[in-house]
């Protein structure tokens, strides 16, 4: 045992019980604290955010990291406890340049802003967001200066904060090339799309029983709920304080059926990545899941690749045809399969179809690549991106509120994490391709035994946490990089099927 | 402006944000935390305390409350501010004897022993509960000796916690005079007890509606929704992160209508007095409400002064048998005000009658003084309990669910909090009868407007947080301390009518 390492251990303990409370905090804000309080519980937020920075961007913590990175150290060193130190150092890297008090400010401003824009939303007005984004953009990217190194681009400091190995430069190639397959495809499929009727979709769905069932489908695909919890908010996200505690939230639309049921697979899949993760590392700084990119693969590959497969629906369509009798009764299971594969362009990106999600992923690349790299000013968002939106989708926003407005991400100041969920798709399909030859996948889908397959993710990637990065874990797997063809190859053999083409 | 004040500031922010985060753990953890989630939460929540206890108990901020105790800085302090720092001082008294690593434990301890106690209720078996009431017990023990001054008594010491006035010496007098008093009383009533008909509050009452109308009857009474929040727990309680985030529970009894009403009451009488406290003062550790028996009597005063009495439900009881027309369409106004007042014996304190309440604390203070003062053990309590029960009430337990480990309290930690209920509920009676000849108390329930009430409270009360003890408070208000005649004569007087004595 090392007793710089035990040193270590102290200072982590300290930095994992202020970080659990921030995230019970934001939990509680999005999902239940009274509307009036945010102004006082923020100062508390600040002040642990502040404890949290100094507890982790210290003299003593810097040196014990470079001590502890040195040949005689590591080598009394697990696996597990150096890859915790790789994480931490990179962690220290990326705040030691930011002065605390700014970001004290910056985490009390972030507190405010998600009601300052669910407000905003609320209202569909751009302008009651637009002083507070301009805010967080300011911060962005003074902070992104701090942290440039010579030569390297502001936009591509926050792309590594999600995904360490996609810089624009990467990204463009593999946007280009998703571009360029699936645009053709997208409009040969548009043409048709009169061809699925999923009206059955849009009557009206009683909330409590859909929140019944999302609760049902969420344990069906592996949900544990006694170490976890399903709440409402206004847009579904999965937070978690530790791996025997971790949260997800739905937005339920009583016009909607599906909406609620594919963001619940989909969130389970973050959530399910996260009770998987070791309980040697899950209150340490690899505690958490990899890369956004490698969180995005496992909920993108139970919302898509698993739920969205006939097979999954097999032994499952009776239970939500039970569910809705009335709504339900003319509707077949390859019609039901059918709707919920059906592609048209829509507005809001959480609602998106497979083929068109990565369009709306472009979009926020291009608008962010702009915020920063031309300094196109706040003002001006809305415009370019119902411009776009008309570009890529040919519909235009009628509102903020399902234009500019309708992700919660840039108000928590998460500014280059939508590039993941595209690379997540990437990912989820080549995984499935993968694991299709390891094991039966269809076949324990049509028993409705998830097991085998979960266990197969967790084998591979979940217990990991955040020990390996995006690469070590599919070539550790699967022996190859992300390779965007599965992917491709996927889309292109299903949506050919399904529309005839 | 005083110097050494700012830097007090500094300290109090600390604080108050360490606070906040503690109260919201336990929050979530009474709440909505999944089942799993205790162990490794209470790692953080005990590293919290930790960092509350340093942020406190410092060299820095002892030498800091000495010196703004000297005449020369007072001179230059405000009302609020010197408040805050008496009680600073008092606070810091109870606590710098503590060990913070015994105080650390003793928080990791007190987050998991709410868990094992819920469990050992849902069993109805106090062993399981026992070797964690008692590594509570021993570190209350040691905690009051540490704390104990020459001569002091270690039960005075945990009593003085939640009320400052009053040891064994004024308890012992304040209730024996209350049993010579209601003990005949009861033994009256009790003999009378069938002339009252409450069968009607024992039907089958929906889950869902009774939750409606909890929510409709706390902001009847005044309770606000934009800076609280209601929600369901095994045991009712109220707590809060500050005036603008007030939080309570309720309990809802599918065949017991009653139960959830009057909880709810009593928990928006004390989330009121919260949520009235000074802006100036919410954030500070004079922002709470002052002792335990003010805040009981604030809830007391809502629950059976207010919510008691028949001009209440003039305007109410329609609403309430329109929520359950069948259920309630034989029961008349003048029946419901009977039942809701009949006093039977009970083995459930929280669900007992103004008049036999008090028997339920004395034997709790009892059992505590046996505990402290005699060193009774741990595992002989359930039998005590019963016996006194028996004793008392004329009815005993038929397992230990509804026997010793009804109440939260113990596994909180909270050792000598139940003398308070008493104090409140005599306090709740002398204000009343003050009240009433400031305003037409009655008249404004009858037209459904409590703001007058609560006004008065506030002005009264509430705005001055703990910036003022019970003493003050009463004395400023009334001319008069605590006296417990009025208690006697409002409970003797209702009694007397209601059963024809």
């Known amino acids: 045992m090392s007793k710089n390492y035990d040193k270590l251990c102290e200072y982590i303990e300290k930095i994992i019980s202020f970080r659990e409370a921030i995230t019970l905090f934001e939990w509680d804000n999005e999902t239940l604290a009274p509307e009036a309080a945010a102004e006082n519980t923020s100062k508390a937020v600040g002040v642990i955010s502040g404890e949290y920075f100094k507890a982790f961007i210290n003299d003593e913590v810097k040196e014990l990291l470079v001590t502890l990175s040195s040949e005689e150290e590591q080598k009394n060193l697990d696996f597990n406890q150096k890859s915790i130190i790789k994480n931490m150092k990179k962690s220290y890297e990326q705040m030691e340049s930011i002065p605390p008090e700014e970001y004290r400010a910056y985490s009390e401003l972030i507190v405010k802003s998600t009601g300052i824009w669910a407000r905003a939303k609320g209202n569909k007005s751009f302008e009651e967001f637009a002083p507070t984004l301009e805010e967080i953009i300011s911060y962005q990217k003074k902070f992104a200066n701090y942290r440039k190194k010579e030569g390297q681009k502001a936009y591509d400091i926050l792309l ?14 593999f946007f280009d090339k998703i571009k360029a397959s699936l645009v053709p495809l997208l409009k040969q499929v548009t043409e048709k799309k009169d061809m699925i009727d999923k009206s059955y979709n849009y009557q009206t769905f009683d909330k409590e029983k859909q929140l019944d069932f ?12 006694t170490k976890g919890v399903l709440a409402e908010s206004a847009h579904p996200f999965t937070t978690n304080l530790h791996n025997k505690d971790v949260r997800i939230t739905t937005h339920i639309y009583p016009d909607n059926l599906e909406s609620s049921i594919f963001s619940v697979i989909h969130e389970s899949g973050h959530a399910i990545y996260e009770m998987n993760v070791d309980d040697a590392i899950t209150l340490t700084p690899a505690g958490g899941g990899s ?3 490698v969180h995005e693969s496992q909920s993108r590959f139970f919302e898509n690749m698993l739920g969205r497969s006939e097979s999954f629906w097999i032994p499952v369509y009776p239970k939500l045809a039970a569910y809705f009798p009335e709504q339900l009764k003319d509707v077949s299971l390859s019609q039901f399969i ?3 594969n059906k592609a048209a362009p829509g507005l809001i990106r959480t609602e998106a179809d497979e083929l068109s999600y990565s369009l709306h992923v472009i979009i926020r690349y291009e608008i962010e690549k702009m915020i920063f790299e031309e300094n196109v000013p706040v003002k001006d968002l809305p415009a370019i991106w119902n411009r776009k939106y008309k570009e890529y989708l040919g519909i235009e926003p009628g509102n903020d509120a399902e234009g500019i407005l309708q992700d919660i991400h840039w108000a928590c100041g998460n500014v280059g994490y939508f590039p993941s969920y595209a690379l997540g798709s990437a990912i989820a399909a080549q995984i499935y ?8 996948v269809e076949e324990h889908l049509k028993q409705g035994n998830l097991t085998p397959i979960v266990d197969f993710l967790k084998e591979h990637i979940h217990k990991y946490g955040a020990t390996k990065n995006t690469s070590e874990l599919l070539n550790e797997m699967m022996k190859e990089d992300l390779n965007a063809d599965y992917y491709i190859t996927y889309l292109t053999d299903k949506y050919t099927k399904l529309y005839n083409l």
């Open 291 to 293: 890369s956004m990119g």
């Open 160 to 173: 590594s904060d999600f995904e360490e190995d996609f810089s624009m430069e990467k990204l463009d190639i």
């Open 433 to 440: 391709s993968y694991m299709e030859q390891a094991i039966p």
């Open 214 to 225: 999302a609760k049902f489908i969420a344990a069906y695909v592996g949900f544990d709920f």
């Open 338 to 340: 059918a709707g919920i």
